[in-house]
């Protein structure tokens, strides 16, 4: 009998008590005995049955080239922890090992997911030694290359580059193999933007199942070439999993096998009513099909029982043990009259994954946002700094978990509470790590021969990322500067100025604020905000000192249902608190930006899936909405007030719950900051908060993975109404048909919107049920132990209790990416990088003294010219860990230019030479222009290109 124990630590969500699982083992139903009775060499198998079956599901299955290939789908967390993954694994790469050894002629198992290789190289190296062996032999074919099969929808274009640049690093380093498929089989849809990393990151092919779910319409490509919005291409295999999907669903999807007339239609997009598409292709069919089988999810595959009817149906004609690389060069040979899908991917299922559990979606995007900052900043210290050794180890780790955690069961929401646990505890060791890798920083690029004495004031470092210039709120805590805090409930500190330490002299007055509630999620301490403005990628020296008063006594103008800053005009509702009016200078003729009274006000619906409540919305939620009244006990009031920024708060109750919307008008700023807090304790909710705009648009556009995608605000096909559920990274816009002016709706953490002509909707929660943990899952042991012991359950629903929402709504200028001329509008992008990436404050130690004064004097480290072109990423080499520095653009709003980069001259000055490389940071030989004299780089960037270079030092 076991003895279970637990460990000293409480899970964060599921609140049990946490069990050692050390010594646990993985249950495996596929016996010896099993195997005996299927793989024995005297076995029979008849196949008459299945057969007959096939043929009246596909009658040219004589005809066909079906390639057979094991896999077995291992979902590295979902309904178990990633602990229990670590033996999913070894019992699933140990049975194909076996399968390699018995049938070393014909067996061939892909394998994908690197994580799930270092965990076996850490925990069982002998292990690991086999799978390299069967890998050299041929019977195990490395597929994928990413990191781990992440949700490819939510996570940013940077960090799809991480997980193809650490997964295929590690098959180069361990395997000397680079894939060319990319094998995401399972993932909820695919971004935009995946096309050309995937194209420059090494991927001839993709492979993907997941679209076969679609529920209103059949989404009828099987073979065909997936386009990016730059024009790159990938080579693409749709079907389902194994012989049984592929071929029993022949007639549902086998037109998507049939070759393109010759003046067949060849791209094809949401807008076009693919039905349409039988008159564009003709009689003849790619014969090639793929069959690639094994027990999946979690893991164990492919059973002796499914090698078995495997081996017999190799003795078929049509059938053959093959390889996914093969299979798919085969499809090449037909890929000339292969259909082109210039879209993103869009799964008619699953849409409740955008937006459940927003504390996964909000830790991804911050991490997303401060790893590649901070790489920035640490490049910049290494330079400058001779004993500053940038922390490459740290880094990778950091960006390792980040990955980890995108994997396609995490990220969605759609795993048991235990996972999320492990999620908290990855994000505060996360957290601590960022933190000491700042103070490092700050420490070497400070004097540390004095205290700092808060009467004469505190000296910081203020670090701007991004490669602009900045005008941006920014946020002081108390205790970052060593205020001594009082206890007291509206305890503000005194006024204080921001005075610069550089040669450009200049003062900023800062409002001082009161502690938030400390039932608040992420509530924020006392300190102090004001608006500043720093140059492009610089790092500012100031000093922060204590004052009487403001010497800017101009108030912004405020009652409890007007705010206005000069630039933006809002009137609220004095019964809802919704927004009835809202002008802004010089847009709409100075007219409302809104229209009717609904604007701001909260919307709820049955979330109540009964098959999939934690993927799926409720089939049609709109038909079912819940009377939650947003004119139950309403209370407006004005909560800050001064010359930098005033704060209107709504109160209200929503169902049962009190909820707390505040509006924040910053000086000098036309964004309206919003913030929507509450203790939410109603199941099977889903919110939505609703803006009506009068830009009567027709168009909404939002950010991707380094990609742009657009929506018809009225969609007519049935292919692009089913988009009902939308996808956003930082921003969706809607802008006037005339091109002259819109209103953005920028988050820093929430994914999914819905979209009606003017109007635009967020989805803020969804309180729908967890996913119930597997029968083999260790946690059931776990739940029992804490419900025996201590009577305490894990909660059935996610998304209960605090709960916190930070966005902007931006009235702006032009369209979402350009003017009415036609120019470049880069400023809802802009804004929205503002937004995710808030000025870095870098404590000193020193106070008399800034060393290394050059690029820390609030210069410019780089200049990028035009608007449209921004920075990817700027960071060591990883590929070979040669020292050289890496950096990346991506063309931002579908304007082909001509790109120069200025950069500082001392940074110049080390430069020995500059390379093209691809996204694996391999040199390709197209290598810019590059003067040293000036410190300008040139070169050409197409529309919503990404282009990486090398930066070798000398």
Known sequence: MNSYRFIDKIGYYSGNRRLDCQNLEEPDADTEKIRERWLRADREISLTRKLRLWKKTCPEIDDLIIHQVG???????????????????????????????????????????????????????????????????????????????????????????????????????????????????????????????????????????????????????????????????????????????????????????????????????????????????????????????????????????????????????????????????????????????????????????????????????????????????????????????????????????????QFHDVLPGSSIPEVYDDCWDDWKLQESSISNIIEDIGSKLSSQNNKQNLKSGVNLFLFNSLPWERTSRLFIPAEIVGESISEEKDWKPKPAKILSLNSEKFEYDCQPVSKEDESWKDSKSAGWWTIITLKPLSVTPIKLTMIEELSNQSEIKTSSNIISNGITHLELSKTTGAFVDLRVEKLNNGANLLEGISSNLTYGFIDDDKKFPAWNLTPEYWNFPLNLSNESGVEIKVVDSGPIFTSVQINRLLGKDVVIQKITLFKSLPEIYLEYITDWNQTNTMLKILYSTATNSEIAT?????????????????????????????????????????????????????????????????????????????????????????????????????????????????????????????????????????????????INEIENGLLLNGESLLEISPSNINLGALKYEEWKNDNSIIIRFFEGCGLSVSTEVKIHARMAKMISKIEEIDLLERALNNDPKWNEKIGILSFKMDKFEIRSFKIVLS
């Open 702 to 846: 939002t950010d991707g993975a380094y990609a742009i995608v657009n929506f018809k605000t009225n969609p007519e096909t049935p292919c692009d109404k089913a988009r009902y559920e939308k996808i956003c990274h930082k921003f969706v816009d809607i802008s006037s048909p005339d091109k002259r002016w819109g209103v953005a709706l920028i988050n820093e953490g929430k994914y999914a919107f819905d979209v009606n002509g003017g109007d635009i909707r967020l989805t803020l929660l969804r309180s729908c049920r967890y996913t119930p943990p597997s029968p083999e899952a260790w946690v059931n042991i776990e739940r029992k132990l804490n419900k025996d012991e201590y009577n305490h359950e894990p909660p059935q629903f996610s998304e209960l209790g605090p709960f916190r929402c930070n966005y902007a709504l931006y009235p702006h200028d032009g369209s979402t990416l350009t003017n009415s001329d036609g120019t470049a509008n880069p400023m809802i992008r802009r804004k929205a990088e503002e937004f995710n990436n808030p000025i870095i404050i870098i404590p000193l130690v020193g």
């Open 71 to 405: 896999e077995s789908h291992i979902d590295c967390a979902w309904m178990w922890r990633y602990e229990q993954t670590r033996k999913k694994a070894q019992v699933t790469f140990r049975k194909a090992i076996l399968h390699a050894k018995m049938f070393p002629d014909t067996f061939c198992f892909a394998l994908s997911e690197p994580l799930l290789l270092e965990w076996i190289k850490q925990d069982d190296p002998e292990l690991f030694k086999q799978i390299q062996e069967t890998v050299k032999a041929g019977n195990i074919e490395l597929v994928g290359g990413s990191y781990v099969e992440p949700d490819c929808m939510m996570p940013s274009g940077e960090s799809f580059v991480r997980q193809r640049l650490y997964g295929m690093r590690f098959f180069r380093e361990k395997f000397d193999i680079l894939p060319k498929v990319e094998w995401f089989l399972d993932s909820f849809g695919y971004n935009r933007g995946l096309p050309q990393i995937l194209t420059k990151s090494g991927a001839k092919y993709f492979w993907t199942t997941k679209i076969t779910w679609n529920l209103q319409t059949t989404f009828p490509f099987v073979n065909f070439w997936w386009q990016g919005p730059d024009g790159s291409k990938i080579l693409t295999g749709h079907f389902h999993m194994g012989g049984e999907g592929a071929i029993s669903s022949w007639k549902k999807f086998g037109i998507g096998h049939r070759l393109l007339k010759d003046k067949g239609q060849k791209s094809w997009n949401y807008k076009n009513n693919y039905d349409h598409l039988s008159n564009h292709v003709g009689e003849e069919y790619c014969p090639h099909v793929g069959y690639f089988f094994g027990l999946g999810d979690g893991g164990h595959g492919p059973t002796h029982k499914e090698v078995a009817i495997a081996n017999e149906l190799a003795k078929l004609p049509m059938f053959k043990w093959s390889r996914v690389e093969n299979f798919f060069e085969e499809l090449n040979k037909y890929s000339e009259r292969f259909p082109i899908w210039d879209d993103e991917l869009y799964l008619e299922n699953h849409r409740g994954c955008f937006s459940n559990h927003s504390d996964v979606k909000r830790y991804n995007r911050k991490f997303e946002n401060i790893l590649i900052s901070l790489e920035i900043l640490a490049v910049l210290t290494s330079l400058i700094t001779p004993d500053y050794n940038y922390p490459t180890e740290q880094f990778e780790q950091l960006w390792k978990t980040t990955l980890k955690n």
